[in-house]
């Protein structure tokens, strides 16, 4: 992909899709791909709408993941004068925010205001990405791989098992972002993906240089 689109500028490189919640099957991971013109493109004003508007008040219920735009502050920003109980303002939020309005002053302010330190922003999400699925095997050698971790993982348990999985794929990704980072896309972040262990599995992937510029609010 990188060889094909010679002016694209790649940010990110990801393993996506790996459970690490038990069961009864290990899947493979699938390989995402992203570059600073794609997300640009693909950034059309319906899908940028539903997604800031909905996926980062689900981040905000356990309290994790700022809030790009701020929604958790409704009643600040927009109803400064209105008094009622917020439980009963709810149903009100979309009227009091002005999505387009919020858009607009994204663009302008470019890019990076969204993201620079939103995980779970579309510029970190995998399956937003352009590139946001390419599987590593045929179906029929994907199979047998899913088939033979999971005879692994019924034989020394569930948790040893995608321990030792993660400890590959951590390996595997650093390798990657090492023959990856050249010329324009020497700041590629690659990381394995997984919103359950978001905090720990960034710091394993990125160097200090990239965590610092990306996730700030992740160094101590």
């Given amino acids: 992909m990188i060889e094909h689109h010679p002016d694209h ?4 490189v990801a393993f996506d899709g790996v459970s690490t919640e038990p069961s009864g099957r290990v899947e493979l991971p699938v390989l995402a791909l992203n570059s600073e013109q794609a997300l640009v ?3 059309g004003p319906v899908e940028e709408a539903d997604h800031v508007v909905d996926e980062p008040v689900e981040y905000q219920e356990d309290g994790e993941g700022p809030d790009p735009l701020n929604l958790g502050n409704d009643d600040d920003d927009d109803r400064d004068d209105d008094d009622q109980p917020d439980e009963e303002s709810d ?3 979309d009227d009091g925010f002005d999505v387009d309005g919020e858009l607009q002053r994204l663009e302008e302010e470019g890019q990076a205001t969204e993201t620079d330190s939103s995980y779970y922003s579309a510029r970190w999400n995998p399956p937003d990405w352009h590139w946001c699925s390419m599987e590593l095997f045929d179906e029929s050698a994907a199979e047998l791989w899913s088939q033979a971790l999971t005879r692994v993982a019924e034989t020394a348990g569930w948790e040893p098992t995608i ?8 390996s595997v990704i650093a390798s990657l972002r090492a023959e990856l980072a050249e010329g324009p896309n020497a700041d590629i ?3 394995v993906s997984d919103d359950d262990h978001a905090d720990a599995l960034l710091r394993r992937c990125l160097t200090p240089e990239q965590l610092s510029r990306h996730f700030p609010d ?3």
């Fill in 41 to 43: 493109r693909d950034r």
């Fill in 163 to 170: 321990r030792r999985y993660y400890e590959v794929l951590l």
């Fill in 189 to 191: 972040v690659a990381f």
């Fill in 218 to 220: 992740l160094v101590s």
């Fill in 91 to 93: 149903d009100d939020d």
């Fill in 9 to 12: 500028v790649f940010y990110a």
